[in-house]
């Protein structure tokens, strides 16, 4: 099997890798750096018998469109995938469009892309040419799954993004996996731990409810797709006794996600918790920033979307909060905002007097959850992926006896 890593290699953003075995090329994720722009794409390979996609977010299926144009690769999946992928891809379609920036792929390509999705199950074995391959539940996201590939003369796993912990919203990652020979690793949290989860969730009813009491509304900013529910569904689980709309790009992923009730943790827990819901509609974003609201929007990292309109207008409003749901990568007006106490995105400059607060509430498995992934399936050979210290990742995994690498623009192929 010849391995070869085309994207994330060092850092987060483009995933993709293609395993050769003889005449068959299948390739992992096919992603983009979102907090690039223009995006940037993972390095280009020839004529793949499919996409193996692990999950819906932008840094691993965002530049599929570009295999399929060209190749019309089938891309495989689970059902859930296949939609949020399409919320996903033509939303990036819209935001590339308002930034004035072009894709090398346009709407049509998104549909014929949406088209070619084969649909797969978890734990199924199925064959894609020489190789068989299982899709197991990654616990990041709706859909999210390791993908299990076996030759006839090796194996490997590539865990995708993947959780080790329960969260609301699902159930952790499979733990029942086969016997691995090659893993492939995410390392987002290898450096960093995540804090205790029930004192989190705590401080966030907190801080909502506060300002609530103080007649503000509380602004969430959450991902659309795994965060903007889990924060639903913990505000649910703490009683939602104030008035709760959500807004922007996570309705909409929050509709899809509750037709797929069967991968969520409680299958009844989001439709129980959307009765408490408003969606918010066309001119009542001007009304509720008067109203002591909790009103969940995205983006995450306050990079675009609704939660920009909503801090244009409370920026000054000492008693009115912002709450960030996750962590803020490097360059976002997220973290410029954490670090300098002003908002700067596009034509803006604000110098926000909102309470701003952060919390982590990640779908990542935390750098314990690494090393005890690692520790448990015991792989002969571990490469360290979608990280920003994929190196010392690799490097601190070798002290503990194992044979590491993290694959880096000038060490990326592989045989096994
Ligand atoms: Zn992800
Ligand atoms: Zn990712």
Same mark, same amino acid.
């Given at each position: 099997?010849?391995?070869? @890593? ?40 020839? #004529? ?85 391959? %299982? ?13 299990? *590939? ?17 969260? #609301? ?137 609704? *939660? ?16 960030? %749901? ?5 360059? %976002? ?68 006896? @194992? ?8 060490? #990326?192929?592989?045989?096994?």
């Amino acid at each position: 099997m010849k391995l070869e @890593f085309l994207g994330a290699m060092g850092s987060v953003g483009a995933s993709g890798i293609s395993i050769e075995d003889g005449s068959d090329k299948i390739v992992l994720d096919y992603g983009t750096k979102v907090r690039e722009v223009p995006p940037k794409f993972p390095l280009p390979v020839e #004529r793949p018998k499919a996409i193996l996609l692990s999950h819906s977010h932008l840094d691993h299926c965002g530049a599929n469109p570009l295999l399929v144009k060209k190749y019309s690769t089938p891309i495989y999946a689970l059902d859930v995938t296949k939609d949020l992928t399409e919320l996903l891809l033509e939303d990036s379609i819209k935001v590339s469009k308002e930034e004035g920036v072009e894709l090398p792929f346009n709407e049509f390509d998104v549909r014929q892309t949406i088209k070619n999705f084969v649909l797969v199950d978890y734990n199924k074995p199925f064959k894609v040419g020489n190789f068989q391959v %299982t899709y197991f539940d990654a616990g990041h996201i709706p859909g999210s799954a390791m993908i299990f *590939v076996e030759s006839k003369d090796t194996n490997l796993l590539y865990t995708g993004d993947f959780n080790d912990i329960n969260t #609301r919203l699902l159930e952790k990652c499979e733990e029942d996996l086969p016997k691995v020979k090659n893993l492939i690793i995410e390392s987002t949290y290898a450096q960093r731990e995540h804090p205790d989860r029930k004192r989190e969730e705590k401080e966030l009813v907190k801080t909502i409810e506060e300002t609530i009491s103080d007649n503000h509304p509380a602004i969430v900013a959450a991902f659309a797709v795994g965060r903007a529910q889990e924060i639903l569904l913990i505000l649910a689980k703490h009683g939602i006794s104030y008035p709760l709309f959500m807004d922007g790009m996570a309705k909409k992923a929050t509709t899809i996600i509750n037709r797929y009730k069967k991968y969520l943790r409680e299958p009844e827990d989001l439709e129980n918790a959307l009765k408490f819901v408003t969606y918010v509609k066309g001119r009542m974003r001007r009304k509720l920033v008067k109203e002591a609201a909790c009103i969940i929007t995205t983006s995450g990292m306050l990079t675009g979307g609704p *939660v920009v309109k909503y801090i244009e207008k409370l920026y000054k409003k000492e008693k009115a909060s912002l709450i960030l %749901t996750g962590w803020q990568i490097e360059g %976002t007006p997220g973290r410029i905002l954490l670090e300098t106490g002003r908002f700067i995105h596009e034509n803006l400059d604000l110098e926000v007097k909102m309470r701003v607060k952060r919390f982590d509430f990640s779908a990542h498995a935390g750098r314990k959850g690494l090393f005890e992934f690692v520790k448990k399936l015991n792989p002969e050979k571990v490469f360290c992926v979608h990280g920003d210290h994929t190196e010392e990742f690799a490097e601190e995994l070798r002290r503990e006896g @194992f044979d590491a690498v993290a694959p880096l623009a000038n060490n #990326r192929i592989f045989k096994l």
